[in-house]
């Protein structure tokens, strides 16, 4: 068991998100990196969809009750094991009554904590994801609280200390043109590439809201119509949202354009007050970084048998 | 006459859309083609709208072939193919439950009676769902009914409440913030997502509101 002695400033259970249910309102919801949750995965040879803690900030503490094989990865939050410093994109092992620990770091927002065989934790409309909004998934359908105590089966034989490469995240982000560039102002599109936005602080797993001095207000709106994470809506006040992965299924927002899959996991350690630029790509380009992304997973996954085996 | 055109939203997101006046039939076609598409199980999602529908590639080397495979299948599409179930939701109008149903009445002329006999007299069509999980769009209002959203929103909508808004009405799954006009309330949950049919309303359902005395 992990036992959950200061949840800092938002902790969830996440996995790959729920499909198969937007068309009943229900979010995706899973973690805003599904690369560092599928490389910490492979750390630990599980399945790819085995769910993780989602660390926002940081500032938590959790107890393993268990021996335990771990891993860290996404953003470095100068995690601890007791005294020993820990980091992104590495696996360890933890005995009974270790602590471990996630300070913060100016440069990163969230972090994903790996355990062998994933978090136990009942599956709902089949995902372990925590659905904040709805409340259902993950630790009991909430964030985690002081005391939780999340269950997973204990690691019988300790790993050896490994790593993989950690991915770079970068403020740069690619995206595809929106449908509804042609009913806003005529270079609305332009400008949204031109500015360097600063994330607001009213952002969360929801979405990322920018701005920035000069908005693109308007007086346009459609059809609502569905919606999904990358999708980059503007509302009429001209203050662009990235929606992420809690965000709801159905928007009446025009699209102006879409953050690239690939890249979309960028905005996991885009916290308030951080700046972001686009960059026009075309679907090609967005299809191309996404095969790219999936073949390094693979590749992880090869070298670290190899090493396996090697031993 | 309607106009049908399809784009790629993003890597995995089709979107057919339709222009023009949507009819029933054109709505009947909707869902018809939204399970069309289920059925060959290559989209995780398909997220019908108003005037759109969104699909959801498995695969997105797909996205080509289903680009031009989807306007076909649309001008293909029947809409008899589609066969809506019915929810017949007993609901109690007034008082406690509809608390707006006074200010209702007297924005629109009519007495209590009429208002909830004139809601009641209609069945309505699921239009999409969204918002929260198990919130359906049910259409259309009567257009005597009809009224703008409230100028300030509740913080706290109770479950189960039975609303109204511009040409819409819905029935709210969970207690959550909201700007429609309550006008009453019902029992049967709306969603429950431990279970192997998580919502009630799907896409496409007709609802039949039935007024209940209190008790």
Request: proline share 6%; aromatic share 8%; with cysteine.
């Amino acid at each position: 068991m992990l036992k959950v002695i200061k949840p800092g400033v938002f902790s969830s259970i996440q996995d790959l998100g729920r499909h198969g249910h937007r068309h009943l309102g229900v979010s995706q919801a899973g973690v805003l990196d599904p690369i560092a949750l599928k490389a910490g995965n492979a750390l630990l040879g599980n399945i790819e969809t085995a769910a993780c803690i989602e660390i926002t900030v940081g500032l938590s503490e959790f107890e393993f009750t268990q021996p335990c094989n771990f891993a860290i990865t996404g953003g470095n939050l100068n995690a601890k094991l007791n005294s020993k410093a820990l980091y992104p994109g590495w696996r360890y092992h933890a005995k009974a009554g270790d602590i471990i620990k996630f300070a913060s770091h100016p440069e990163f927002l969230r972090a994903y904590l790996c355990v062998e065989h994933g978090f136990d934790v009942l599956k709902v409309m089949n995902s372990r994801s925590t659905d904040c909004q709805a409340k259902f998934g993950g630790f009991e359908g909430n964030a985690l609280q002081k005391g939780d105590v999340i269950p997973f089966s204990e690691s019988l034989v300790p790993c050896s200390e490994l790593a993989i490469k950690p991915t770079d995240y970068t403020n740069v982000v690619r995206v595809l043109k929106g449908p509804h560039c042609d009913i806003l102002p005529e270079d609305y599109l332009a400008q949204l590439l031109s500015k360097t936005w600063t994330v607001s602080d009213l952002s969360n797993r929801m979405g990322a809201r920018l701005e920035h001095p000069t908005l693109l207000p308007h007086q346009k709106s459609i059809d609502s119509q569905g919606v999904h994470p990358g999708v980059i809506q503007l509302p009429p006040t001209g203050t662009p949202i990235v929606l992420l992965n809690d965000c709801q299924t159905t928007g009446g927002y025009p699209i102006i354009a879409s953050v690239i899959q690939a890249d979309l996991r960028h905005f996991s350690q885009l916290a308030p007050t951080k700046t972001c630029r686009f960059e026009l790509v075309d679907f090609d380009v967005a299809n191309t970084a996404l095969k790219k992304q999936e073949q390094e997973i693979t590749r992880f996954k090869i070298a670290i048998q190899q090493l396996e085996n090697k031993k | 006459m309607t106009c049908v055109q399809c784009y790629q939203l993003s890597e995995q997101a089709l979107v057919l859309s339709i222009d023009g006046l949507i009819t029933q039939e054109v709505r009947q076609k909707i869902f018809a083609l939204a399970q069309t598409a289920y059925n060959t199980n290559d989209f995780f999602d398909i997220v019908p709208a108003n005037s759109s529908i969104t699909f959801y590639l498995n695969d997105f080397t797909r996205a080509d072939y289903w680009l031009e495979q989807l306007i076909t299948l649309w001008e293909k599409s029947e809409p008899e193919v589609f066969t809506p179930k019915t929810h017949l939701i007993d609901t109690f109008y007034g008082g406690e439950y509809g608390p707006d149903l006074n200010e209702v009445s007297e924005l629109t002329g009519l007495s209590q009676k009429q208002a909830i006999e004139l809601h009641a007299s209609v069945d309505y069509q699921v239009g999409f769902l969204g918002f929260l999980p198990g919130f359906g769009y049910l259409e259309s209002l009567p257009e005597q009914l009809k009224l703008p959203r409230k100028s300030t929103p509740r913080a706290h909508v109770p479950a189960l409440s039975v609303a109204i808004a511009e040409s819409l009405t819905a029935i709210y799954p969970s207690s959550s913030p909201g700007g429609w006009h309550l006008i009453g309330r019902c029992e049967q949950p709306l969603f429950n997502p431990h279970t192997d049919s998580p919502s009630l309303l799907a896409p496409g359902d007709v609802v039949r509101f039935i007024p209940k005395e209190h008790r």
